[in-house]
């Protein structure tokens, strides 16, 4: 069966290679925001799933009321994330991190349970307000024709989409000040105040941000993958970001990407030569051998 | 702590035998009641071994549960062994199970083992749907007879056995090899602690009992299957249940099991607010993480420093 995949005619696979790389682009977007935040707050917030559900609710909305398209509704996303990172950050945060110069073992318990339980909170008020059903949204762009080779245009969009919001997140991080404060911060806590900034505004900005990128996450998702938004999703997209940001290491920008691709390539590949099921277990179990030879993930 | 009078083992006994007396002389719907009121304890008490004692955090717990409901469920319906076989072997492939899974994932501090053992999970739950023999959709079920106080005492053997080892190992030597760990793990290890060691061990015990449980679970549902058999409310659940009573203790497991049971018992049996309990749960493990993180025992130790000997 393998065999004779690898056998079967080349624009198929050629076909099916760009597939992967598109879904790995967006996966790659959509654990963006946690590797952020994983990354200069290190603290892993569990319940990165439901955010990405509600961003993708929110394109759902913003088209079925007025018609506005997945990849505007990202922008109105970014917005709310960036306010409901905020609010997160000082809600579940503030208090364990404030004054500490790293975080404790007590603390990450304590941030990884209180983050589950908001997990379970939202998911279940998001299935009592939107139901259980499954929704999508009306959006095909339709395909490119590259001779044999079929490009699906949401994936390419998002792909694009994806790539500059990487891109843009590793300029701010290198170039700006604020940056330099955040990447001060991941490093060393006193650090940050060394260089003049205050210790809580930089932790929750960068929490804002990844909230932000997260939310637009979801909806940018719904360009591609433009079924199967749900109230219960956020148990799919929650793992395979922790697997991502694992694969790319916390807290490097192109981390993202490298762990996406990799992640998308891997589930292509395996549903077509096997089933989806082996697939799946597959990516995730990854995350193991990662851990073990190379802990601070797969880009130098 | 050597040689004083262990009156919480002996409170927490007394209870299990009111327990015991009430389940004997009561109705079935009472002893049905208890059966499920003792498998969440005895998942709490597994939980507290590993995330409890040491401070790992393990969503993936439901992993060793799903192996012990399986176990049971393919030897009953396959095999048509009696369910105390099946109990037998889910224990057995518990611990073996978290044997091997800890060798490798205990080494991740932390996130990363949470991370670890989440994955683990939904790694187990789509490899269940791959293999026909634990049935179409994972999904197995047998015909035995209705024996709500057989299943009772199994399920109450084991939550003993897991008081007492609880009690001993946190009175014992491994006990304080273990805080030392959850204090600083690299503290503990230079002052003669060999801490993968004592995590294994402890870890071990975890599976082995959550293996039972999950076993006993099957059992009191006549089946098992793949999307609640590896439902990650149950691994919240847990953590639920000794985060509120108190984790690490010995009451705290017990403490928490109940007052999660009967939240949910009781919010479930209004129509009006089905899923309401789960509102509840999260809500209070938020409030209960970010504000009292030693749950009602240390509320109780630090109100009242006297009452100690009775609830630790």
């Given amino acids: ?300 | 702590m050597k040689g004083r009078t262990p009156f919480t083992l002996y409170g927490l006994l007394a209870v299990m035998a009111a327990l015991a007396a009430v389940a004997s002389f009561s109705g079935v719907a009472t002893t049905v009641l208890l059966v499920n009121l003792l498998v969440f304890a005895a998942l709490a008490y597994s939980i507290n071994f590993i995330t409890g004692m040491t401070g790992y955090v393990s969503f993936g717990h439901v992993v060793f549960m799903a192996i012990g409901s399986y176990s049971l469920a393919v030897l009953v319906s396959t095999y048509s062994t009696s369910p105390f076989e099946g109990i037998a072997l889910g224990a057995l492939l518990g611990g073996l199970f978290a044997l091997g899974i800890g060798a490798v994932t205990l080494r991740f501090r932390g996130v990363y083992f949470a991370i670890a053992s989440l994955v683990l999970a939904l790694a187990g739950y789509n490899l269940v749907l791959q293999f026909p023999q634990f049935g179409p959709g994972g999904e197995l079920i047998f015909y035995i007879p209705f024996q709500p106080l057989t299943v009772f005492f199994a399920i109450w053997g084991i939550v003993v056995a897991e008081i007492v080892l609880t009690f001993f190992v946190n009175r014992g030597k491994v006990g304080l090899g273990i805080r030392a760990i959850k204090d600083e793990e690299d503290a503990a290890a230079a002052a003669g602690v060999n801490p993968m060691k004592l995590k294994l061990y402890v870890y071990m015990l975890s599976g082995l009992f959550a293996g039972a449980a999950g076993a006993v679970f099957a059992w009191s549902t006549f089946g098992v299957n793949a999307s609640s058999a590896f439902d990650l409310t149950f691994s919240l659940q847990m953590l639920a249940m000794i985060l509120i009573g108190g984790m690490g203790t010995s009451t705290g497991p017990l403490l928490g099991a109940s007052i999660v049971y009967l939240l949910y018992y009781e919010l479930l049996t209004y129509p009006r607010l089905q899923g309401g309990q789960f509102l509840v749960v999260g809500a209070a493990v938020i409030v209960i993480a970010l504000f009292v993180p030693d749950g009602i025992v240390g509320i109780i130790r630090r109100k009242y420093p006297s009452l100690k000997p009775v609830i630790e």
Wanted: glycine residues 12%.
């Fill in chain 1, 1 to 300: 069966m393998v065999a004779s995949y690898f056998l079967s005619d080349p624009s198929v696979l050629l076909s099916d290679l760009v597939f992967g790389l598109l879904l790995g682009c967006v996966l790659a977007v959509v654990a963006h925001g946690l590797n952020m935040i994983w990354g200069v707050v290190k603290v892993v917030n569990i319940a990165h799933g439901e955010f990405i559900m509600l961003g993708a609710y929110g394109a759902y909305f913003l088209n079925l009321y007025w018609g506005i398209g997945p990849l505007a509704s990202a922008v109105f996303d970014a917005a709310i994330g960036f306010l409901v990172g905020y609010a997160f950050y000082y809600v579940f945060l503030h208090r364990e991190l404030r004054g500490k110069e790293t975080v404790s073992l007590q603390s990450e318990m304590v941030t990884l349970v209180a983050t589950f339980g908001l997990s379970l909170v939202i998911s279940t008020l998001a299935l009592i307000i939107f139901s259980g059903n499954v929704v999508g949204i009306d959006y095909d762009p339709g395909t490119l024709l590259l001779g044999p080779v079929s490009v699906p245009l949401g994936g390419l969009y998002v792909a694009v989409v994806s790539i500059l919001i990487i891109s843009g997140t590793y300029l701010f991080l290198e170039r700006t000040f604020i940056g330099a404060a955040i990447r001060a911060y991941s490093q060393d806590v006193t650090a940050t105040e060394l260089i003049g900034a205050n210790p809580a505004k930089v932790a929750s900005l960068a929490t804002a941000l990844g909230f932000a990128i997260t939310m637009a996450g979801g909806a940018l998702l719904t360009v591609f993958i433009s079924v199967g938004i749900n109230p219960l999703m956020g148990t799919l997209y929650a793992p395979i970001s922790f697997v991502i940001v694992v694969m790319g290491g916390p807290g490097k920008m192109w981390g993202s990407l490298a762990g996406g691709l990799t992640l998308g390539i891997v589930f292509d590949v395996l549903q077509a030569v096997a089933t989806p099921q082996i697939a799946f277990a597959t990516g995730f179990l990854l995350l193991i051998p990662v851990l073990i030879l190379r802990p601070e993930g797969i880009l130098k």
